[in-house]
Each structure stands twice: as C-alpha cells, then as structure tokens.
Nanobody, 118 residues
Framework: QVQLVESGGGLVQPGGSLRLSCAVSGIIFSIYTMGWYRQAPGKQRELVATISYGGSTKYGDSVKGRFTIFRDNAKNTVCLQMNNHEPEDTAVYYC????????????WGQGTQVTVSS
C-alpha cells in the first residue's frame, strides 16, 4: 500500500518559517520524482517544488528564493523548508510522488494546511 504522510503544517505569521515533511512508504523511492504542490481556496493546484532522486530541483516562480525542497533517500522522506512566508502562501500543501520509469505512476498525500496570518 502506497502512503504519503505529510506533517508540519499550521499557522505562521508573515515573514515566519515552517518546514513540511512527507514520509513515503510502499514505493521504490529511488525512481520517483518527489514534489510539493499547493491549492488555495478557489484556485487550481499549483507547483511549489519538485526534486529528482539525484537532487535536481524545480520551483514555482512565487516561491523561488524563499522555499527549499530536499529529500533523504535513506529515510524515504521529502521536506519543504519555507521561509519568509507571505499571506499568499496560505493553502493546503500536498506531497506528490511521480515516475515514468516503469510506466506512469502518480501518488498524492492527504494534504496539510498552511495558514499565513498575523
């Protein structure tokens, strides 16, 4: 059974920091590109960041320079360090695992709420 379990969301003030974590089980972690996406109320889900097994990263324009994605391949986890939060970062954040190595597979976590407010 594939599981992606997010943790670390919550309430943060503008300018503050949070770290999200995603613990992954049930897949061959090494063949998956891991990512974080977010969805704000009334908006489409959007890319936050992705990271390949080898460490290549991609970021959404709105988070470049503020967020950092990293993964621990030994522990099957992926994290998102979020700094200098803006109110527009308020959203549900979803962990994603995607591969085309052995056919297309795409998995999502249940999501964790991040609210940026003073």
């Amino acid at each position: 059974q594939v599981q992606l379990v997010e943790s670390g969301g919550g309430l943060v003030q503008p300018g503050g920091s949070l770290r999200l974590s995603c613990a992954v089980s049930g897949i061959i972690f090494s063949i998956y590109t891991m990512g974080w996406y977010r969805q704000a109320p009334g908006k489409q889900r959007e890319l936050v960041a992705t990271i390949s097994y080898g460490g290549s990263t991609k970021y959404g324009d709105s988070v470049k320079g503020r967020f950092t994605i990293f993964r621990d391949n030994a522990k099957n986890t992926v994290c998102l360090q979020m700094n200098n939060h803006e109110p527009e970062d308020t959203a549900v954040y979803y962990c994603n695992a995607k591969t085309i190595t052995v056919g297309f597979s795409n998995y999502w976590g249940q999501g964790t709420q991040v609210t940026v407010s003073s």
